[in-house]
């Protein structure tokens, strides 16, 4: 951990610990909320972990939660207490519209800079995949049901003697 403070937005910081996690690890599909405060305090980027780190990782930063007062996108929740960056196209409450979704070049220090590269080229462009989506892994599921028959049909069928 860095004994220099440098001067930086909460929310930044949160990010960057994120996006570290993220590339080391491209196989995991999300961070536990303590792995990502662990990964925050390691990396020092501020010199010392605020308090207010650990409120971004759970509420401030996090797309799919009400805002409160935070509005950031930043993380997105996959479940309880974990989280992965966000990635345009996900979910997000309707008051984070047009909010943050990664650090300014010029808020970060140029020793993170290649995160925002990394993040811009590689990890926005990445497709979830029908594993890791649970309405993709439905993708056909039901096929077999009304093979060979029309859906009006077979709708239709399903109606016959309902009053």
């Not at 997000?92 to 925002?116: C, G, N, Q, V, W």
């Not at 077999?144 to 859906?151: Q, R, T």
């Given at each position: 951990?860095?004994?220099?403070?440098?001067?930086?937005?909460?929310?930044?910081?949160?990010?960057?610990?994120?996006?570290?996690?993220?590339?080391?690890?491209?196989?995991?599909?999300?961070?536990?909320?303590?792995?990502?405060?662990?990964?925050?305090?390691?990396?020092g980027?501020?010199?010392?972990?605020?308090?207010g780190?650990?409120?971004?990782?759970?509420?401030?930063?996090?797309?799919?939660?009400?805002?409160?007062?935070?509005?950031?996108?930043?993380?997105?929740?996959?479940?309880?207490?974990?989280?992965?960056?966000?990635?345009?196209g996900?979910?997000?409450?309707?008051?984070?519209?047009?909010?943050?979704?990664?650090?300014?070049?010029?808020?970060?220090?140029?020793?993170?800079?290649?995160?925002?590269?990394?993040?811009?080229?590689?990890?926005?462009?990445?497709k979830?995949?029908?594993?890791?989506?649970?309405?993709?892994?439905?993708?056909?599921?039901?096929?077999?049901?009304?093979?060979?028959?029309?859906?009006?049909?077979?709708?239709?069928?399903?109606?016959?003697?309902?009053?």
């Open positions: 951990m860095s004994s220099t403070k440098v001067a930086i937005r909460v929310a930044d910081e949160v990010w960057i610990a994120a996006a570290l996690l993220q590339r080391e690890h491209p196989g995991k599909k999300d961070f536990s909320v303590e792995e990502i405060l662990s990964r925050a305090e390691e990396e980027v501020f010199g010392e972990l605020r308090p780190v650990y409120v971004h990782i759970i509420q401030h930063c996090v797309a799919n939660r009400p805002p409160n007062p935070g509005r950031y996108r930043m993380l997105f929740e996959t479940g309880k207490a974990r989280r992965r960056l966000f990635r345009p996900d979910s997000y409450h309707p008051a984070r519209e047009d909010s943050k979704t990664r650090p300014a070049r010029e808020d970060i220090p140029a020793k993170y800079h290649f995160l925002l590269d990394w993040y811009d080229a590689e990890y926005v462009r990445r979830p995949n029908a594993q890791t989506d649970p309405l993709l892994s439905l993708r056909g599921s039901g096929k077999k049901i009304w093979s060979g028959e029309h859906a009006d049909e077979y709708v239709r069928r399903l109606r016959e003697g309902w009053e």
